[in-house]
């Protein structure tokens, strides 16, 4: 009884049935979509090292853009000359923004999951980890690119055309290596972080091929330098990031600027009351092709009702006068036992051209009911 175990862990498990309705989906576009996905959560340690792995599941009834397997974390986490050394399949977020993450460039979105942030496909990777006097070191290898995920042409959200074959800047292809850096220190109020890469942009630059019948994605050459910035007073959070190099196009190469500068104010136990309400305002500027517009204003409201069911509320607007086009989005869970909860995400867009990037997507507003049971 006495006795250190020679290893210990820990097994989760998630299931997920998820209802999604299309209120105005176009003539044969699906009205509504039903899936399945079960996640694996677990660890185990071994005296100084750690295997974890995170293993998702995911049947469509109609959508086979949203079926997947796949191994979002199966990695070995070992000691090594005063570095903490990853290798394997490897999820890590960068960034401090609320509506968007430009700085966020180590793993690829599924974007056909519609999942937001938390939708990534795992990084093959090997990286490592050392805590200085300065800050926390970071040092990335990947090895290999994850092509974004698409829906089908009569799912949503979809431009309604096929996906092409990708094409790459790099000759290697998705076999080329991509390599990062990151820095992330604090002084007094002040969270900050500095980061380079090197390799495949993770967003596809799209163009309408084969007549008009196809979209051909481009995934470009970045070299990239990504700056971080939060400063925590006690209600008030401001918020920068923002990224800054060179990308290839099938034209040559081109200067960028990406960012995203916020603040978000909290009243805490407003009316009486054990809420916590937070304004939010941020302004997103992105020149690339990729991005939707060039410049979104951003306004929303996170409501916390600090209850035993975890229950919260996030609403963000976002908005691109110069196109005359916006975006809806409200995020509502709540816990109903130690065992489930529930979650409802709808999400509106809004164009008066049909050529702009919501233009496309009118047809594609969703409103997606998720029921989690956990074991």
Known sequence: ??????????????????????????????????SVEVKIDAFHDFDESRIVGEFIIRGDEKDSGRRISEARQAYLR????????????????WGKAESRNVVDV??????AANEGKSGKLGAPSISAERYLDIGDLQLWYISGFREKTFNDIDAHPSSGLTVSSAQYARKNGKDADDFAVRLSSFTGNWDLAGSIFYGTARDPILSVANGGTALNPYYALQKSIGLEAQYTGDATLLKWESLHGTQSSLIGAHNFVAAVAGIEYTYYGPFETMWDIGLIGEIQHDDRPQAAANQFGVAGVRLVFNDIADSNILFLLSVDRKADQSFVSLEASQRIN???SVKLTSQFYNASTATSAFGQLSDDDAVILTLNMFF
Not at 7 to 20: H, M, V, Y
Not at 78 to 93: I, K, T, Y
Not at 106 to 111: C, L, M
């Open 106 to 111: 180590i793993n690829q979105s599924d974007a």
């Open 338 to 340: 130690d065992v489930t």
């Open 1 to 34: 009884l006495l006795a250190q175990p020679v290893f210990a862990g820990e097994f989760n498990g998630t299931l997920s049935s998820r209802l999604d309705f299309y209120p105005d989906n176009a003539v044969g576009t699906a009205s509504e979509g039903r």
């Open 78 to 93: 070992s000691p090594l000359a005063g570095f903490d050394v990853f290798v394997g399949n490897r999820q890590e977020f």
